[in-house]
C-alpha cells in the first residue's frame, strides 16, 4: 500500500468564457498536490490510501466522494468542521497555473497523527503545503521520519509554493533535514531552482543526493523529464507531443505515476530505488510523461485512468 499525505482543496479555475481583462466565472475543481497524486495513482489501479484531514463542508464532500470514485482508501482520512482551503488559479497563454491560498484555520493544516501507520504501508509520499502550513507540516514531518525509520520508502514532492513560505531560509534549512529519510525527490525545474537559491541547480541537485536521496526526477515543462541518479546517472525523456488546455495537476500527474511504476516493479524500498538503472528510469519516465499528457489535454487536474494508458487489469 502506498499512503499520499498532504492539503485537498478546491481550485478556483477561471471558466473559458471568461473575456480577457474581466473577471469571469471560476469553477470549483477540486485538487492539491498530494490530492490530486493519490488520485492519479488511484485511477491508475495502484493501491494508495490518502491521509489527510477534510471538512464537512460541501467541498469536502466532493473531495471524499472523488476519492472513493478514484479507487482511493480513506480509512486515514479525517473530517471536521473547519472549512477547505481554496486556490484561485490564474491561468497563462501557455496554459500554466499561477495560485493564490485561502488557508486560515482550514481543516487540511490541523491533520491529527494518525500514529503507526499500516503494516502494508510500504511507501510515503509527502509534499506541497502539507510540509509547509503549521501545525500539519510537523504532522507529516513526524509521519515522514517513522516510517523511515522503520525501513520504508519515502517520496517528496516540495512542489514549492512560494507566496506560503515566510521564512525561506528556514524552510530550505528543514527541507535539507528531511533528505536523510528521503529515497526519491520529485520536484520541478522551478521547486530545484528555488530550493537552490542561486547555487546551478543541477549541482544543487546532486548535492542533495548525497544527503540521502536516491533519485531525484525533475519536470522541466515542455522540456520532458530528467532523472538523476546518486550514482551520476543523467536520464532525460522529451514529452509526449499534444495539445495543452492548461497544466493544473501535470506534475501530479508524474508523481502518481512515478509510483504506480516503482510499485508495480515491486520497488517498496530505498534500496530498490537505488537499484534501478537508466533504461528502467527511461521506462519510468516514459510512463510518467505519456499520463502526464493525458492531463495536460483537459481542463483542470484529471488524470488518466488506466484504460487510457492501456493498463487493463
Given at each position: 500500500m502506498i499512503c499520499v499525505g498532504g492539503e485537498a482543496l478546491v481550485d478556483l479555475v477561471p471558466a473559458s468564457s471568461a473575456r480577457p481583462g474581466e473577471l469571469g466565472p471560476l469553477l470549483p475543481l477540486p485538487g492539491g498536490g498530494p490530492y490530486?497524486?493519490?488520485i492519479a495513482l488511484g485511477r491508475l489501479g495502484g493501491p494508495v490510501a490518502f491521509l489527510s484531514r477534510l471538512s464537512?463542508?460541501?467541498f469536502g464532500d466532493a473531495l471524499l466522494g472523488r476519492l472513493h470514485a478514484s479507487g482511493v482508501d480513506t480509512a486515514l482520512?479525517?473530517?471536521?468542521?473547519e472549512p477547505t482551503t481554496l486556490a484561485v488559479a490564474g491561468i497563462g497563454p501557455d496554459g500554466s497555473a499561477r495560485y493564490s491560498f485561502h488557508v486560515e484555520g482550514t481543516a487540511d493544516r490541523v491533520v491529527a497523527d494518525p500514529g503507526e501507520l499500516p503494516a502494508d504501508v510500504t511507501t510515503v509520499s509527502l509534499g506541497t503545503l502539507g510540509m509547509v502550513l503549521e501545525p500539519g507540516a510537523t504532522t507529516y514531518e513526524t509521519v515522514l521520519r517513522r516510517h523511515s525509520a522503520r525501513g520504508g520508502l519515502v517520496v517528496l514532492d516540495p512542489n514549492i509554493r512560494a507566496a506560503m513560505i515566510t521564512d525561506p531560509d528556514a524552510y530550505r534549512a528543514r527541507f535539507d533535514s528531511w533528505l536523510p529519510d528521503v529515497g526519491l525527490l520529485k520536484l520541478s525545474l522551478e521547486d530545484a531552482e528555488w530550493l537552490a537559491g542561486g547555487m546551478a541547480t543541477e549541482a544543487a541537485v546532486r548535492g542533495w543526493l548525497d544527503r540521502g536521496p536516491a533519485a531525484a526526477v525533475l519536470t522541466r515543462g515542455a522540456a520532458g523529464l530528467l532523472a538523476l541518479t546518486a550514482d551520476?546517472?543523467?536520464?532525460?525523456?522529451?514529452?509526449?507531443?499534444?495539445a495543452v488546455v492548461d497544466t493544473i495537476g501535470a506534475g501530479d500527474?508524474?508523481?502518481?505515476?512515478l509510483l504506480f511504476w516503482l510499485n508495480e516493479a515491486g520497488i517498496t524500498g530505498p534500496a530498490g530505488v537505488r537499484e534501478i538503472d537508466a533504461d528502467g528510469w527511461r521506462a519510468a519516465l516514459e510512463f510518467a510523461s505519456r499520463a502526464a499528457s493525458v492531463t495536460v489535454s483537459r481542463a483542470g487536474a484529471e488524470p488518466p485512468y488506466a484504460t487510457e494508458l492501456g493498463i487493463h487489469p
Open positions: 490530486n497524486t493519490a464537512t463542508d460541501t482520512v479525517q473530517r471536521g468542521d551520476g546517472d543523467r536520464i532525460e525523456v522529451p514529452t509526449v507531443p499534444v500527474t508524474v508523481h502518481g505515476a
